[in-house]
């Protein structure tokens, strides 16, 4: 008989969530090793079995998840895992069908001891999502994994070498990919008919508002298992107001905005430039403006992105917009939320959200138009590689996950060694002779200035120059390469692929 978790108090929910998740973990959490000599007595799933999966993390975007695998016919939601047990006492409640309701499970060990498990979604905070993922797929599990799907440029390539090794599917949740009318327009794109594209724009208009400032522990919710909450971070309560969610506006467990909304934006435009490799130089300007809080990453940040035939401009705006932004074009703005533009030679495309997009002459004139799609198809499009077992069915395998992921990674490292600037201060004149480039920070001195930005008191800052190698993912910097990794905290580590 199903616990109707609708009847039970909050403290009523979190005591007997405890008490199951502690009778678990009695038996001994299973090591990296054991998982790995599981993967290759993973269930085979045949074409009329319905796939069965778990969703790891649903206090925020994971709920979603949930939905979807719930609306999908070939799936059975199995478990939900969360170090949260509030968390899940949440979806719970929003679950029709109190009948289907699936398994809580705290410790994301223990469910990756499971062999009724054929695959996970992840929605944890971003620190977690390379080494959850790693330990999936070597206990046998496919992978549907958030953006980014890592937390640094090394972790990305590591995923995608287990993914290989081990025949996992692994797939970025990045739904656009899958939306039809995306995949329309990224085909006009191809196809040549507004010439040769060369530069793209990565746009993240959206209004963040400051965390607050205190000296003092965010308050731990009730059952939270701390020590799995940071996991390969270290093990400390953060210093915040709010402790969900605000992780995202920290370096130690998130990226900032350029790797939370902009992983999106960054991977369709790197899709319209058909670029397969890591550019051959970054760098990054901006800073935490307009007021002072305990996150530490940017708020308005913009990166410039250069391989040897190619260019890409992610700009990313937390403050509001007070006047319209255009950025110079006839048609097609102004421009708000996340959008992408491509630039061909003889028009454009702007891709205004995450289902649709609309081409342009340079006079104006739209001359095509795509929409459709919904986030459902990209769960379906995992579910049908899972079956396949061809990762080249992914629409967005891990390795394209990889690399748009490390493109935000790259403008936070270019940040993180930046040093303070001046008003106004703009890129190096090789930079600034690149399309676009003037433009974009005409626009944002205007927009700083409107939000009454003091540079006293949030400083903005030039990032350094880093110069990549495509083929080793490396840069000719020792310091940026330190940040390509992390310190992984015992028991957390990132397992890397050997022999």
């Known amino acids: 008989m199903k616990l109707d978790v609708s009847k039970l108090s909050r403290r009523d929910f979190v005591e007997r969530a405890i008490l199951s998740a502690s009778a678990a973990l009695a038996g001994g959490a299973l090591s990296r090793n054991a998982f790995a000599a599981e993967s290759d007595a993973a269930r085979k799933v045949g074409p009329n079995d319905k796939l069965r999966v778990a969703v790891i993390g649903v206090n925020g975007q994971g709920g979603s998840h949930v939905n979807e695998w719930l609306k999908n016919p070939d799936v059975d ?56 993922a790693v330990w999936a797929m070597q206990s046998g599990k496919d992978v549907y994994v958030e953006k980014p799907c890592s937390h640094n440029v090394h972790e990305g390539r590591v995923m995608t070498e287990w993914a290989r090794k081990l025949g996992r599917m692994c797939q970025m949740g990045v739904q656009s ?14 196809s040549g008919k507004i010439g040769k594209v060369e ?58 905005d350029l790797g939370n909304q902009n992983p999106h934006e960054l991977d369709k435009a790197r899709w319209g430039l058909q670029k397969q490799e890591l550019p051959k130089q970054v760098v990054s300007l901006g800073g935490r403006l307009g007021y002072v809080d305990n996150g530490d990453v940017a708020n ?14 992610s700009d990313v705006r937390g403050l509001p917009i007070k006047s319209p932004i255009t950025l110079g074009l006839k048609a097609g703005g102004p421009f708000k939320g996340a959008a992408n533009i491509w630039y061909g030679t003889e028009g454009y495309v702007v891709g205004p959200n995450y289902n649709s997009g609309v081409a342009f002459d340079y006079d104006g004139k739209e001359i095509g138009k795509w929409s459709g799609g919904e986030y459902q198809a990209h769960f379906a499009n995992f579910v049908k590689a899972i079956r396949s077992r061809n990762y080249k069915d992914l629409h967005l395998d891990i390795e394209d996950g990889h690399l748009s992921s490390a493109l935000a990674h790259l403008g936070n490292v270019s940040y993180r060694l930046g040093t303070p600037a001046s008003d106004g201060t703009r890129p190096s004149e ?30 903005f800052y030039l990032g350094r120059t880093l110069t990549i190698d495509p083929k080793t993912e490396r840069s000719t910097d020792e310091e940026a390469n330190k940040l390509f990794t992390r310190e992984y905290r015992k028991g957390y580590e990132l397992p890397e692929v050997t022999g």
């Open 430 to 459: 090789d930079w600034l002779a690149q399309k676009g480039v003037t433009e974009t920070f005409e626009s944002l001195e205007s927009y700083l200035g409107e939000n009454n930005v003091n540079y006293d008191e949030t400083k």
């Open 77 to 132: 939601l199995v478990a939900i895992c969360d170090v949260d047990p509030a968390a899940y006492a949440k979806v719970s409640k929003k679950i029709k069908d109190q009948s289907r309701l699936p398994e809580y499970v705290q410790d994301v060990r223990k469910l990756f001891e499971r062999k009724d498990i054929d695959a996970v979604s992840i929605a944890t905070p971003n620190h977690w999502h390379a080494v959850m």
């Open 300 to 313: 308005c940040q913009v990166t410039l992105y250069r391989w040897d035939d190619a260019f890409l401009i």
């Open 177 to 190: 990919r899958s939306m039809t009318g995306m995949r329309e327009s990224l085909d006009f794109i191809h």
């Open 199 to 256: 530069f793209a724009r990565a746009i993240c208009y959206r209004l963040r508002n400051s965390i607050g400032l205190v000296d003092t522990p965010a308050p731990v919710p009730e059952g939270l298992d701390l020590d799995l909450w940071c996991g390969p971070a270290a093990k400390a309560v953060p210093i915040r107001k709010r402790f969900h969610y605000d992780w995202h506006w920290v370096f130690e467990t998130g990226n900032g």
